[in-house]
């Protein structure tokens, strides 16, 4: 059976580091508020002129590093963002560019905070259908150009970063002993869509607005669905969550993080958490987790990692990946 296995992974944080105590002096909240409510101790923060595609630039290099590979030999490149460079075209046809390459197809996917796991469904979808080899998933985001740093309730909450895993084609048995991506699982209801969005976009205004949300709905339903959507991963390939190595979860807030790791019984240990160094960094969080994991040793080649995220749409979904 085709398998996408992952090759290598790369990521990538803007140097300006805004600290909690830093947003306490132009808006009224606290470090103990922030903390106490989202876990998010500091953000990273992309400088004037940096933008989307160069974080994402930096993340897909190092990951090709990591991989051993050229970017002569990806035959896709997925940027899943929600804060583009331009309307159009696709951001990802700039890294394409930016990494020198002249072959391949390249597209950007929008799910939101589930972007990553909409594009890393995508791309084993080429891989298992021997359309591609090769693929860079991309999650990278600037959300701090659609934040309204006067609005206490949403400022607080992002940051900027880019994160990046190569996929490439091997084979397998087909169970869950594999290396890969064991399977993927998406959904959506556009009954949300307003519960958690932009006030702008080229068809409704012509603007590109600011994030408007209504906190504790999403809360409230993110708690819901994503437990759902683990469960749906764990059955579809026959895994009891001890099983698991480890939960590497879209961070928007570490009260949802716990209440899942709590569902699963896992331990804390056995959860990769960055909200409190990186704020909520959209389609970038998961693939920045992996990438943390990575670097400081914790992930090991055939551990077992369970994603998941849930964003504006509502859209959510999950993947169980043999490193
Ligand atoms: O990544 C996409 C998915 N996104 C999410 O999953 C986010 C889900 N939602 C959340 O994480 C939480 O709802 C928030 C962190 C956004 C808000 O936490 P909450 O515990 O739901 O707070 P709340 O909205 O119920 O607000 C509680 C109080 C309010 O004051 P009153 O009305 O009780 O007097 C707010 O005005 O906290 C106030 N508040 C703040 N206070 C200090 C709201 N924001 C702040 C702030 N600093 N930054």
Not at 70 to 85: N, R
Not at 150 to 157: A, E, F, I
Not at 251 to 270: F, G, H, T, V, Y
Not at 273 to 290: C, E, R, Y
């Amino acid at each position: 059976m085709i398998r996408s296995r992952i090759a290598g992974c790369g990521s990538y944080l803007p140097e300006r580091i805004v600290t909690n105590h830093e947003l306490t002096q132009k808006i009224e909240t606290t470090d103990e508020w922030i903390v106490q409510r989202t876990g998010i101790r500091q953000r990273h923060i992309a400088a004037e002129g940096e933008l989307t595609s160069d974080l994402a630039t930096h993340a897909a290099k190092k990951a090709l590093e990591h991989a051993r590979i050229e970017a002569s030999a990806l035959d896709a490149i997925i940027v899943a963002t929600t804060t583009p460079d331009l309307t159009f075209p696709a951001t990802a046809t700039r890294v394409q560019a930016n990494l020198g390459m002249t072959k391949g197809f390249a597209f950007d996917v929008q799910a939101v905070c589930s972007g990553f796991v909409y594009a890393l469904t995508l791309a084993d979808n080429f891989i298992r259908l021997n359309q591609a080899k090769n693929v860079m998933v991309i999650g990278a985001e600037t959300f701090s150009r659609i934040i309204d740093w006067s609005d206490r309730t949403t400022s607080v909450l992002f940051g900027d970063g880019a994160g990046a895993i190569i996929l490439q084609q091997s084979e397998g048995h087909g169970d869950k002993g594999d290396r890969g991506i064991l399977s993927t699982h998406l959904h959506a209801d556009g009954h949300h869509f307003n519960t958690l969005c932009t006030s702008g976009g080229p068809s409704s205004n012509r603007q590109v607005g600011t994030i408007q949300m209504q906190g504790q709905e999403v809360f409230k339903h993110a708690v819901r669905r994503l437990a759902e959507v683990v469960d749906e991963a764990l059955a579809a390939n026959h895994v009891a969550p001890h099983e698991l190595d480890w939960l590497a979860p879209h961070q928007a807030n570490k009260r949802i993080i716990d209440s899942l790791a709590e569902k699963l019984s896992m331990p804390p240990e056995k959860v990769i958490v960055t909200i409190d160094q990186h704020g909520n960094t959209s389609a970038a969080s998961i693939p920045l987790a992996l990438c943390q994991g990575v670097k400081d040793g914790r992930i090991q080649p055939g551990q077992l990692i369970l994603i998941d995220a849930m964003g504006g749409g509502f859209t959510w979904g999950s993947a169980l990946i043999r490193w």
